[in-house]
């Protein structure tokens, strides 16, 4: 299976809070987008912290996956995108979580 989710109701929850700037890249919008092989895979998360809450991992997509881009990015130094939310065209993700967030720096274009 090339995407498997997390179906799970512990995720962690915390203070409302962002350090980073989320922003709308229109460029990005619906663009596809796929693991770097080099990668293997990536874990897709529910919200931008990413690794820091492990139990907010919901899911995985292995190579040869595309997935697409909502053109919503986390920024960070030199106004690189560190996080990008993504959605599956074949809406692989729980019903009750259509998108969800990984590493730019482990996927390139399709």
Request: glycine share 8%; charged share 25%; proline share 6%.
């Amino acid at each position: 299976m090339a995407f498997t989710p997390i179906l799970s109701g512990s995720a962690q929850i915390g203070a409302l809070k962002s350090p980073e700037v989320l922003s709308e890249v229109q460029a990005y919008i619906r663009q596809c987008r796929k693991v770097i092989p080099v990668n293997e895979r990536v874990e897709v998360y529910d919200n931008t912290d990413l690794e820091t809450k492990p139990a907010n991992r919901i899911g995985t997509i292995n190579v040869g996956t595309n997935m697409m881009l909502t053109g919503v990015v986390r920024e960070a130094k030199e106004g690189r995108p560190t996080a990008v939310q993504i959605y599956m065209l074949d809406r692989r993700f729980p019903r009750m979580q259509p998108v969800g967030w990984v590493d730019a720096s482990k996927i390139t274009g399709c």
